[in-house]
């Protein structure tokens, strides 16, 4: 079965310090992870993927298979980071289907 | 860019009435989904469409049903509302076939059933 686990619920940290969102998956195959984020008042976005391998807004998350996690990280936070972050898994890769993690809440404090 | 619209952005019903929830998308796009989103349990598919009179049952399909007579419309119905179907309800769309892979969201609508 495909899951995905972000064990915090809310995350609150200082401006300048940094994050990291967690996130581990159970799925038995080669999964494609995403991170999706929803500001206030903002519909629910594409933040990244693990295919892409790139930094968005600073952000980044490395696929670790070993240990069948994708956390999300920012070395250092901004006031504007403040949302809510959900990890999500496709079976794989070009799949319709998303199983999304229960999400987290992040708050960046100034 | 990709444009999903959701019929109504706050919604009150009386349990037992029939609810529906309407999606439109207008990048012709294939697949269309709905998802229920709630405090501590995330986004729970309920039913997805892959394409025109095409569905299937996501993770919580019981109490509803869905209907997609054309590309761009996907709707939701509540057969006959309950209060535990309180919740905000995101449609998304994705073209099939694509690399990327991403969902387009809709703003959400605020279901409440009293």
């Known amino acids: 079965a495909q899951r995905v686990t972000q064990p915090e619920k809310l995350l609150s940290v200082f401006k300048g310090a940094p994050v990291e969102l967690k996130c581990n998956y159970s799925?038995?195959?080669?999964?494609?992870l995403f991170w999706y984020v929803q500001y206030s008042r903002q519909r629910l976005q594409l933040l990244l993927r693990?295919?892409s391998r790139e930094s968005i807004k600073g952000f980044t998350a490395d696929l670790n298979k070993g240990e069948t996690s994708f956390h999300l990280k920012k070395p250092f936070a901004q006031e504007e980071d403040s949302a809510m972050y959900y990890c999500?898994?496709?079976?794989?890769?070009?799949?319709?289907?998303?199983?999304f993690g229960q999400g987290t809440r992040l708050t960046i404090n100034p | 860019d990709v444009k999903v619209t959701q019929s109504s952005r706050y919604l009150v019903k009386r349990t037992g009435e029939k609810v529906f929830l309407e999606c439109v998308q207008d990048?012709?796009?294939?697949?269309m989904f709905w998802y229920r989103q709630d405090p501590g349990l995330g986004l729970r598919l309920i039913y997805f469409?892959?394409?025109?009179?095409?569905?299937e049952k996501g993770d919580i399909p019981e109490g509803y049903s869905v209907s997609r007579e054309k590309k761009e419309r996907f709707s939701l119905i509540l057969e006959s509302a309950s209060t535990n179907q309180t919740s905000m309800y995101l449609c998304?769309?994705?073209?099939?076939?694509?690399?990327?892979?991403?969902?387009?969201f809709g703003p959400g609508t605020r279901l409440t059933v009293l």
């Open positions: 998304a769309s994705r073209l099939q076939g694509s690399s990327y892979n991403e969902q387009f």
């Open positions: 799925y038995s195959g080669s999964p494609e």
């Open positions: 693990h295919i």
């Open positions: 999500a898994l496709s079976g794989r890769q070009g799949a319709q289907k998303l199983v």
């Open positions: 990048m012709d796009h294939e697949n």
């Open positions: 469409s892959y394409d025109v009179k095409m569905k």
